[in-house]
């Protein structure tokens, strides 16, 4: 089995999971949530505003239930439509299948017993906070009794701090902005550079 964990709503990366899918000749089996957030991006996709090469329904795309007693309607009502696979039916054909799985999908993919030479592929950002570290460290802890390596492949877009402090220097802005930034204080000091951060309702002068 190949296994893959990434954002839930990274469209760009259900994209490229997709293709890989495609390539290596196995099905792409999403979660219910995707398949929600790709049934309300249909219109779009359909018109041609929005470019993915797949929509539930299609024949190399399965929806994973994780069996729930009680669905809710928007759960019952994709599973009418477009039916769906569970562990059972992933452990029966792992060997043909890119499952989306994240920290929160162990117990399923328990279920699922995944045999020898599965793998499962990270593309997520590496923990950034105390509790990430906890979560990423449970994950490991898991795919570990699961006996499935896990392969890192992901590109965050976050620059470090090195580099930004090296872009600032070469660009000389007449003002830094920071709209993404744990500690824009301690940035502004390792920097050495005059920072603004936006506050709500006031407006920023150039």
């Not at 890989?20 to 219910?32: E, N």
């Not at 509790?131 to 976050?158: D, T, Y």
Request: net charge negative.
């Amino acid at each position: 089995m190949v296994a893959a964990s990434f954002s839930t709503v990274d469209i760009d990366r259900m994209r490229t999971f997709f293709r890989v899918a495609q390539q290596t000749g196995r099905k792409f089996v999403l979660s219910m949530r995707q398949a929600a957030l790709l049934e309300f991006l249909r219109p779009e996709v359909e018109a041609g505003i929005i470019e993915l090469p797949f929509l539930p329904g299609d024949p190399q795309v399965e929806i994973f239930s994780r069996g729930k007693e009680k669905p809710y309607n928007w759960e019952r009502k994709l599973m009418n439509r477009y039916g769906t696979v569970d562990s059972q039916w992933v452990s029966e054909h792992q060997q043909e299948v890119l499952l989306f799985a994240t920290f929160y999908d162990m117990l399923e993919l328990l279920a699922t017993k995944p045999k020898p030479g599965s793998v499962f592929i990270y593309s997520e950002s590496e923990p950034w906070d105390e509790e990430g570290e906890i979560e990423f460290g449970k994950l490991e802890n898991w795919l570990e009794f699961l006996g499935m390596p896990m392969f890192q492949v992901h590109a965050s877009g976050h620059a470090s701090s090195l580099e930004l402090r090296d872009m600032i220097e070469e660009l000389k802005p007449k003002k830094v902005v920071m709209v993404h930034c744990e500690r824009p204080e301690l940035f502004g000091k390792f920097t050495g550079w005059p920072l603004q951060c936006p506050e709500r309702g006031v407006p920023i002068e150039a």
